[in-house]
């Protein structure tokens, strides 16, 4: 043989040949700190173990089916005030009583940690190890009220708030969508004259005023659109469609002007110009951009494991490749991942797909430079306007 190759080399897609180089590049710094917080913290193995990065009690990533299940094995923050010190703060929002069928969502925020403990930090693709570089914490659930939407919401509003205001990049783990408006509400707060835009993932509009009397799962964008930050014109909805889409709900995206894609839309334009479509749209006039993804936009086949599975949404593949150009491309301020309901789940995929959200959407931050942050962005401010999208009956 000549030019003396191995075998198989050569014939790697130049992806493979590009992230095996990527992950020579990558530090391992944090997974040396962790190895060593788990010896302070968690004793030295015993003598008969050889693999001395191994501690007496578990602590941080491994092994995977072992220790508290935060998100991703990042570390439990239990003092809030610290919350500001890391780049990424995911916190649960346990709440389903905004649901007016199938319940279970409260449940969603466990099952979405549970699986998380499954992957590592690292993203073979994208060459990212999310431990090597951010800094992640999980500052666990706020305490929401069953029964009681209202004072629920206003839990969720000042815990988003908090974590916003901070500079730490907020995750939301739901919960059913009605949560959506007091994240939004919370991070609105905080914005002063700023604007924000919104993308919204889902398969039904969520538009409506109330819900059997109340602001429920479907309403949260009639009244997030109500606040003076948050201009309707600058919400765009990927993957509408189906037999669950209340007329009262398209009324108001027609009467608002609401930017609405469907399934076919999607495909049809491209992924790449669907998502063009929706940075342009929710980033016109705005400074940030909200991502509100709801699991059911994923077809019912890949997430049964929601309170209104729905057939023909978007392929896991589609929606994560269209996450990515929205997310590379737009400055996002927030993630919110809702509608995972785990007694209905098969084997834990739909939490398994909440959890992929969470980590790509931290993957393209990174890749897009907007995680680590250099500094507070300008759209945070300080001071907070509690009266923001207060008014209510």
Not at 25 to 48: I, T
Not at 98 to 103: A, M, S, V
Not at 268 to 287: I, N
Request: net charge negative; proline share 6%; charged share 20%.
């Amino acid at each position: 043989m000549s030019g003396n190759k191995g075998p198989f080399q050569g014939i790697h897609s130049s992806e493979g040949l590009e992230a095996l180089a990527k992950e020579q590049q990558l530090p391992q710094a944090g997974w040396q700190q962790e190895v060593q917080r788990g010896h302070a913290f968690g004793l030295e193995a015993a003598d008969s173990i050889r693999d001395r990065s191994i501690s007496t009690f578990s602590r941080g990533e491994l092994p995977h089916f072992a220790g508290i299940n935060t998100f991703l094995k990042a570390p439990y923050l239990e003092d809030v005030h610290q919350v500001g010190c890391h780049d990424v703060a995911v916190m649960g929002v346990p709440h389903d009583s905004g649901t007016t069928y199938r319940p279970g969502t409260r449940f969603g925020p466990q099952g979405i940690r549970q699986m998380s403990a499954l992957y590592t930090p690292y993203n073979y693709e994208m060459g990212v190890d999310l431990r090597e570089q951010i800094t992640l914490c999980d500052v666990g659930d706020i305490f929401t009220l069953p029964g009681s939407n209202e004072k629920s919401f206003d839990q969720i509003s000042k815990g988003v708030a908090h974590v916003f205001a901070s500079g730490a990049f907020p995750i939301i783990l739901g919960g059913d969508h009605s949560i959506g408006f007091p994240t939004l509400r919370g991070i609105c707060r905080h914005l002063g004259h700023h604007k924000v835009g919104i993308i919204h993932f889902d398969r039904h509009v969520d538009t409506q005023e109330t819900d059997l009397d109340e602001r429920m799962h479907t309403c949260p964008w009639f009244h997030a659109t109500n606040m003076v930050h948050a201009p309707a014109h600058n919400l765009v909805q990927l993957g509408i469609g189906g037999w669950q889409v209340p007329r009262p709900g398209v009324k108001v995206c027609r009467e608002r002007n609401i930017n609405v894609l469907t399934v076919t839309d999607i495909t049809e334009m491209g992924l790449d110009a669907a998502a063009r479509f929706a940075v342009e749209r929710a980033s016109d006039g705005t400074d940030c951009v909200y991502i509100s993804f709801d699991i059911d936009c994923i077809d019912a086949g890949f997430v049964p494991g929601t309170g209104w599975p729905e057939p023909g949404g978007l392929l896991p593949r589609e929606a994560l490749k269209l996450l990515e150009f929205v997310v590379r491309n737009v400055t996002v301020c927030g993630l919110e991942v809702v509608e995972v309901s785990p007694p209905y789940d098969v084997s834990g995929i739909t939490a398994l797909m909440a959890t992929r959200v969470v980590c790509d959407t931290m993957a393209h931050l990174v890749i897009s430079g907007q995680l680590p942050r250099q500094g507070r962005p300008s759209w945070i401010q300080e001071a907070c306007a509690m009266d923001v999208g207060q008014a209510w009956r």
